[in-house]
């Protein structure tokens, strides 16, 4: 006896529906594949980018606790400069052209007294600032707290010094010098002060026509603006004078000062002016640095990373 064969029978249309619902499913399940490389890629992606971001974060975390390169240390004695301005002074700028270099001062007597600001700030700069920067900073202010406040220029070959107590000879209270370890060779002065009180007497520079030295002098008071030009010797004590009907004055110096020539000095005699002077010296050689220092030192260290130096500005 032959087995029953079943066969299913199809016609046409059934057959191609039935082979069209077998092309969708089996696209579908492509798609579906597809979509899931497509979200794990993504998702890998997303984790290298993460840990990508993430260990770029913490290499730089780390780098800023790390031993910092010599040219780091530059930059904290340079804002240390800049906030050393700021507290004791004075405003100035140092410029230089093809034939010489021009030193211009603001400053005023008597100086305020800034001993506690220092100490405050010593205080800052040797705890929380190297706390922040993870190194260790000590300062040494004391050159600047001792009744004189003392700045020099191009190679400390110049000196600005405001003498706020100091009462020896060259160097009286309540006066400012500027001045050379030897000759200034200064060439030009421009001097302007004010004082806010009635003028008295002026008594004048007396002016020398083989002098070696060019002077303007502006004073500024109740009365008026006092113009004053005058070609004087360097290697002399010239002197400008004003008093003010209250028997205070002020006595400007240029020439022989302190036993240096072609310097400056001011002495206030209870006027309290406020001041400033303008310098010109013939152009330096190659091997002076165009800045100027604080007579204050610091002391920075990081890891294997130190600097001792005067503080420039």
């Known amino acids: ?20 619902k077998y092309q969708q499913t089996k696209q579908k399940n492509k798609q579906a594949f597809i979509a899931s490389i497509i979200a794990v890629s993504l998702s890998l992606l997303l984790l290298t ?19 910092q390169p010599i040219t780091f240390s530059s930059f904290i004695f340079d804002d240390v400069g800049s906030e050393l301005e700021s507290i004791v002074g004075p405003a100035f700028t140092l410029e230089e052209t093809n034939v010489s270099v021009k030193i211009s001062i ?31 900073l000590s300062a040494n202010f004391s050159n600047l707290t001792d009744g004189a ?14 003498n706020y107590t100091d ?20 060439t030009y002065y421009e001097v302007n002060f004010t004082v806010l009180k009635f003028r008295n007497i ?34 002399l004590v010239n002197t400008f004078k004003v008093n003010y009907t209250d028997g205070s004055d002020v006595s400007l110096t240029i020439g022989r000062v302190a ?11 209870d006027a309290s002016p406020e001041f400033s002077f ?28 130190s600097k001792v130096a005067m503080i420039e500005k």
């Open 1 to 20: 006896m032959q087995p029953i064969r079943w066969q299913l029978l199809l016609n046409g249309d059934e057959k191609m529906f039935i082979k069209q």
């Open 49 to 67: 980018i993460w840990v990508i971001l993430n260990t770029s974060s913490l290499i730089f975390e780390k780098n800023l606790s790390d031993i």
């Open 106 to 136: 603001s400053d005023k007597l008597p100086k305020q007294n800034f001993t506690g600001l220092l100490s405050n700030y010593k205080t800052y700069l040797e705890t929380n600032f190297s706390n922040n920067i993870h190194a260790n």
């Open 149 to 162: 406040l003392e700045l020099f220029f191009l190679n400390n070959g110049y000196q600005y010094r405001n």
């Open 167 to 186: 009462n020896d000879t060259d160097n009286k209270s309540n006066s400012i010098i500027f001045q050379s370890i030897s000759a200034t060779n200064a």
């Open 202 to 235: 002026i008594s004048s520079f007396i002016s020398d026509p083989t002098g070696d030295i060019n002077v303007t002098v502006r004073a500024s008071d109740l009365n008026d603006t006092y113009l004053e030009s005058a070609t004087i010797n360097s290697t």
């Open 259 to 269: 036993n240096t020539d072609g310097g400056l000095q001011l002495i206030d005699n």
């Open 278 to 305: 303008v310098v010109i010296l013939p152009l330096q050689d190659a091997q002076t640095r165009l800045v100027s220092t604080y007579n204050a030192m610091l002391n920075y260290s990081q890891g294997k990373v």
